[in-house]
């Protein structure tokens, strides 16, 4: 008989701990989040020291100007398609969920075709841009309600996602 109450405590902290099993879907993830922009001092010291008249000593205020940058909306769409950015600095495209990972695949920036905009770009800047428009890979943490990854091209920047938990 000790046994079996051994057995079934067991079974109901194993259950509490992995959360009734419930698995992430693409689903679990449609919605509108708010992405915030991030930035190592190590990125923001070798930034600094690639612009001139800069130097480390700047980096306090270059840390304040970073923290002042307006949030990223985002919006992922049951359609598996996304909108991200207002405006200038916008993009649109098609998103994927697999292995605990969103892969948002560029379409459109700033509210042109990718192809269309690559045939304005000066040879000297195509690789560079060529590199901001790479997909974005977010890791999704396992409520599903963060979202964390490196921006292509943006040299050492990063951007957290967040939206409110869903109702239980």
Excluded: H
Excluded at 21 to 30: F, I, M
Excluded at 44 to 65: N, R
Excluded at 95 to 102: P, S, T
Excluded at 111 to 129: I, S
Aim: charged letters at 25%; glycine letters at 10%; proline letters at 6%.
């Amino acid at each position: 008989m000790r046994f079996v109450s051994l057995i079934v405590a067991l079974s109901i902290g194993l259950v509490a701990l992995t959360g009734c099993g419930k698995t992430l879907s693409a689903q679990d993830l449609v919605g509108n989040w708010t992405g915030k922009l991030t930035m190592d001092d190590a990125d923001i010291l070798a930034q600094l020291k690639k612009t001139p008249g800069k130097s480390e000593k700047d980096l306090a205020d270059a840390k304040s100007q970073l923290s002042k940058a307006p949030a990223v909306p985002l919006e992922l769409k049951k359609d598996m398609t996304y909108t991200l950015g207002q405006g200038i600095g916008s993009a649109a495209g098609t998103w994927k969920f697999d292995a605990g990972k969103v892969t948002m695949t560029i379409a459109t920036a700033n509210g042109q075709k990718v192809e269309d905009l690559l045939k304005l770009v000066p040879p000297a800047q195509l690789a560079e841009v060529k590199e901001s428009l790479k997909p974005m890979v977010f890791d999704v943490d396992k409520e599903g309600t963060g979202l964390t990854g490196p921006i292509p091209g943006g040299k050492g920047m990063k951007i957290a996602f967040s939206k409110p938990a869903p109702a239980k």
